[in-house]
């Protein structure tokens, strides 16, 4: 099964988790944690949605890449849409309780449980298991020659992270490296900030589509 790994825990957990203005000053409170950093999470996390194109650089370790590009779409609370075009077609959708992936050329759809089947990190999030206390900002380069500032943040135990912020405090680069040196590295751009329609994250198999059900047997 081909499975693309969503690797942007924080900036789902930015759009999707309960934030609060006193959690942001914990933020605010760290060295390397500006007033344009906690500006635009606080800016992010007040927003009901947001739709955004993406495009996806994958480095591996072997020295090997996979370009991948689409649209993502979020909608508080817990709502997702994951729509990839290229290499090939893709969807991860999510309304709230079911969550699916679908690939049209394998004529196949899978029931989810959770995300913990794409990326660890991600449920915690959307689930609010992480709060602002559990953020740390670790590194920060604010002389990007394309002029994005970037701050390497970390939450809990999870692996480092590196968000881009344009100077008006839009999140448009996300990149991460696992623990095997693979580099994961997503573009944002074109984005409204306008919450998408609720029928955006509604998905129904299509007739003739293999349904297969990877849901716990004690998940319902």
Known sequence: MRR???TIALFVWVFLSPLHAAEVVEVKSAPLADELFVQSIKRLSELPGFQCQFDQLMRFSDGGSQQYSGEVAMLKPKRFRWSYTLP???LYVGDGSVIWHYEPDLMQAE???DLDQVDPAVMKLLD????????DV???DKKSKSGINR???RIGDSPEVW?????KGDLVSVERIDMLGNSNQMTLSGCSYVAPSTNLFSFTPPEGVDRIDLRSANSE
Do not use: A, H, T
């Open 163 to 167: 968000l881009g912020f344009d100077n």
């Open 111 to 113: 029931r989810l449980n």
């Open 151 to 153: 701050y390497q943040v």
């Open 88 to 90: 090939y077609e893709q």
């Open 128 to 135: 609010g298991r992480v709060s602002l206390k559990d953020l």
């Open 138 to 140: 670790l590194d920060s």
């Open 4 to 6: 693309i790994s969503i």
